[in-house]
Structure formats: C-alpha cells, structure tokens
C-alpha cells in the first residue's frame, strides 16, 4: 500500500512541476528584431470570441499612440490570444500576457494569418508604462525592470526602463 501512495505522490509532484511555465528571457534587441509591430498605446477593449467548438480567444484591442516598428499609418491594433472567459468557460494559458482596459502598454507583435497581432514572448512582449509625460514614462515586465517601489527581493530587483531608453534598443536596429 505505501508503495502506491508513494507512486502517486511522486506523479502528482511530477504533474505540479510540469505545470510551470517557463521561459528562456529574450533580450529586448531580440524581441525588436523578431517583431513585425511595436506599438505603444492604450488598451480600449477586451472580449472573448470562440474559435472552434472547443476553443476561446481574447481579442484586445489597442488605440495605437505611436508605432516603433511597422506600419505607421495603423491607429488599432488588435492582439489576438489563446484563452478568455466565455460564458462558464475558462481557459487560461500560463505565462501569457494580462491586459485591463484603460492601461498604457508597448506590445512587441508578430501579426498572424487574420492580421492580429500576437505578442511575441507570451508576457516578454508586453511592457506596462508607467509616470507622466512632464517627467518622463518607465516601462517594465516581469523580464525587463520593475516599476518604481515595488517590494521585490533586492537581488532581483531592476529598476524600469525609461520608456526613451525601451524605443531607442528598439529603434537603433531598424537604422
């Protein structure tokens, strides 16, 4: 009997530890040479649609404020990702960037088959901005900086990105 609670535990164990989500991080000069949009803007809407039977996706859709990369004359971007809430059904995708409307963002995209953007690096490709335009925005993900004050251990604590500093790594490559 103990040899099977023991087999169970370890599988559970082995289930629990597969169930993470990791992530080799890409440096931002790889994100801006991978993506085919980067935009910064502000997140106007979000809503789940079903694709199949069984799967959900989440459309959000970005009042672009300017673009760093890609098709300047575009003003919406729509991101499209896997997962959403529909009705009684979830379905979450770990690691996948999170979006609220209203929040400022500068999302690195690849554009797929239906012309929606899909951020590159599942979070990697997602930066919350932060501060005001008199002293300058900060950018952050969990990837690259934090934003100011937050209670993180010191030894893996960076501080934010100037969001001047975030477009010109970006930019300079394009040159």
Known sequence: MSLRISILIL???ASWQAMGTQMVPLSIEDLGA???VIAHGTVQSISSRRLTEKTIYTCVELKV????????????????QAGGILGDQA?????????EVGEEVVVFCVINHRGEGVVLG???GKFDVGG????????WNPFHGRPGG??????????PLSMDLLRSKVTKQDR
């Open 11 to 13: 599988g559970l164990l």
């Open 132 to 139: 005001d335009d008199a002293i300058g925005k900060n950018c």
């Open 91 to 99: 379905q979450t995708i770990p690691g996948q960037a999170r979006f």
């Open 34 to 36: 991978r993506a085919d």
């Open 122 to 124: 599942l979070t990697q």
């Open 65 to 80: 404020s300017s673009i760093w990369k890609g098709d300047s004359n575009l003003r919406t971007l729509t991101i499209a």
């Open 150 to 159: 937050q209670t993180t251990p010191k030894a893996h604590w960076k501080p």
